[in-house]
Structure formats: C-alpha cells, structure tokens
C-alpha cells in the first residue's frame, strides 16, 4: 500500500496571520514576541502543556501568564493556524477522491492535533500523527519510524511533502520518498 504523507503548517495551511494578535494579547512588542514564539516553539511541539509554553514565552518578553491567559494564547494560536490553503485542500479533496491513502505527519503541539481532527476536512486522511503526541519532532528519524508503524507501512510505499529542507532529509534518512513543498501545483504536477 502506497502512502502520500503531508506536513500541515505552511504546506496545508497558510501561515499563521494571529502572531501580532498574539503579541498583543501579551503586550509585548512583535519583533520580541516572535523570536520568544519561535525559540521555545520545539519543546511544545514535542508536548509541552499550553502553560509551560506561554510561560517560557511570557517569561522572554517580560509577560506574567496565567491559566486564563495561556488558555487564550492557545485559542488565538490555534486559530492562526486553522487556515487552509485552497489549493492544498482541492489536491487533497482530489486524491482522496481518486483512492490514494493520505497521511498527516506535523510537528504541532497537542492542542493544534486535538482541533484538527475535529475538523470535516481531517477526514480526508486515513492517520493523523502530531509530534505533540508521540513526544518527539521532526526531523528526528523516530518520529517517521512511528508514522511508518502507525501505518503499516514500508519506508519505500511512502511519500512525504514538508516546506523544510531538514524534515525532508530526515524522512530520506529513514527510507522515505520525500520533496520539499513548492505549492500544491507542483505537487499535483510531480504526483502526475
């Protein structure tokens, strides 16, 4: 059985538009926010709570967070990222519609999972697999070795999109079919 495999963030979705409305929720300056948001985004990935996040993030730019205003943070966070691309979707809706097995493998934190799989469109995929789950981020080569018995599946019968040069290598290393993410025109033109 053959595998198409897709990163989520900025392969499936578009990027998040929330960050400054993140910034703002903590008052803190964009430019400061952002390399706090992204500097401590791994170990909430690999399933940190909401609240250690948003407190390391909030103890970077000098911002005292609370349950109520981590559950907030989340909320908006999630929403940043909930946006998908319609090109993505139409390829997706396409392969699905043609028989392909399809497969989400994302570095995301537990929360970001929880709201994608209750989404219509996640029914599109036969296994959703994010690193806040399984405690472990791409490009380590565990995360695909658990994606492959979560499908039963040979390195060889998949197939893996990431927009990340590093998460494509690490699929390689394990086995893995594997391109870099140029939009869904080229992925449709390569799968052809």
Known sequence: MNWIVFDYGDVLSKPSAALPDLAAAMGAPLPEFLEAYWAHRIPYDAGSTPLEYWQAVGDAVGAPVDEALSAELTR???????????????????LSE???????LSNAPIAFGEWVRAQDWARLFRVTLFSGDVL????????FRLLLDE????PADCLFFDDRESNVEGARAVGLRAHVWNGADAARAWLD
Not at 76 to 94: F, N, R, T, Y
Not at 136 to 143: L, M, N
């Open 136 to 143: 472990c981020v791409k490009p380590d080569a565990k995360i």
């Open 98 to 104: 043609a028989g392909a097995n399809l497969a989400l």
């Open 151 to 154: 499908l039963g599946a040979e």
């Open 76 to 94: 908006i966070d999630v929403e940043g990222w909930g946006h998908l691309e319609p090109s993505s979707k139409a390829l997706l809706e396409a």
